[in-house]
């Protein structure tokens, strides 16, 4: 079948006439909208979506909806009855991805149990109470893995002090390890004694990660919180290496 010149150059005049007036119903939902939403919020992108006429309402890692118009604000999960998928969730989880590859893991302890052939990246405060349990009760078991643990201090002053003992010390991961699982501390480390420890911070603030542990698959997934063995081993073997 030939088309004529002139058609095909009304089709993409016409395609591009309708993704002008897409762009156009988006940028007008966040115009109206950002200005409703608080003093310094910004809205990061605004998306339609394949379902109930919604709009997505992209705020750094959180989700909310509206309407083509800009009048309404929803808050909460859109579920899909049929398969039961959170499909807000499949979404946040979808833009909170990494691309593990980029991450510095020269600033990170490197331990490699086993094989080393699963790859993980957690970031934790050395006095965090779910980090030191996530340590004891789960990384503690799980084999045949590489963990870079950046130790990322975000509690207080003091969590500073004990990551610049525990990198100073001679050997890092035995340092690390005789604190979070045997609550036995580093000694002060030696005058001169350089860390990564603010890149670190700085890295954490660009990932938006809020709290400790925080955990990175191969996959750029995240998992926030501790999780127990089982959990971990699954998300593991969930991932191709």
Same mark, same amino acid.
């Given at each position: 079948?030939? $088309? ?8 993409? &005049? ?10 156009? @119903?988006?940028?007008?939902?966040? +115009?109206?909208?950002? #200005? ?9 992108? =605004? +998306?339609?979506? #394949?379902?109930?006429? /919604?709009?997505? %309402? *992209? ?9 083509? @118009?800009?009048?309404? /604000?929803?808050?909460?999960? =859109? $579920? ?9 969730? &499949? *979404?946040?989880?979808?833009?909170? +991805? ?6 510095? /893991? ?16 957690? $970031?934790?405060? #050395? ?5 030191? *349990? ?32 525990? !990198? ?7 340092? !690390?390890?005789? !604190?979070?699982?045997?609550?036995? &501390? ?8 350089? @860390? #990564?420890?603010?890149? %670190?911070? &700085?890295?954490?603030? +660009?990932? *938006? ?13 995240? =998992? ?6 089982? @959990? ?10």
């Amino acid at each position: 079948m030939k $088309f004529s010149k002139t058609a095909v150059l009304f089709a993409s &005049a016409f395609m591009a006439s309708c993704v002008g007036a897409e762009n156009s @119903t988006e940028a007008n939902i966040k +115009k109206a909208i950002e #200005p409703r939403l608080g003093t310094n919020v910004k809205v990061d992108s =605004v +998306k339609e979506t #394949p379902y109930a006429g /919604l709009y997505e %309402v *992209r705020i750094g890692d959180e989700i909310r909806y509206t309407d083509k @118009t800009g009048s309404y /604000l929803i808050v909460g999960h =859109v $579920f899909n009855l049929k398969t039961s998928e959170d499909l807000t969730q &499949a *979404r946040i989880d979808d833009i909170n +991805k990494i691309k593990f590859s980029e991450l510095p /893991l020269e600033m990170a302890l490197k331990t490699v149990k086993g094989n080393g052939k699963r790859v993980m990246a957690v $970031f934790e405060d #050395p006095n965090c109470g779910y980090c030191k *349990r996530f340590r004891q009760q789960a990384l503690k078991d799980v084999d045949n893995v590489t963990i870079y643990t950046f130790m990322y201090n975000i509690l207080s002053e003091d969590s500073f002090v004990k990551s610049k003992n525990i !990198w100073c010390s001679a050997d890092r991961n035995k340092a !690390w390890d005789d !604190w979070m699982v045997s609550g036995k &501390a580093a000694p002060a480390a030696p005058a001169g004694c350089t @860390t #990564p420890n603010e890149q %670190v911070l &700085a890295l954490g603030q +660009k990932l *938006r990660i809020n709290g400790t542990p925080n955990i990175f698959f191969a996959d750029g997934s995240r =998992v926030p919180g501790a999780i127990d063995i089982k @959990t971990l081993e699954s998300k593991l073997s969930s991932i191709k290496q």
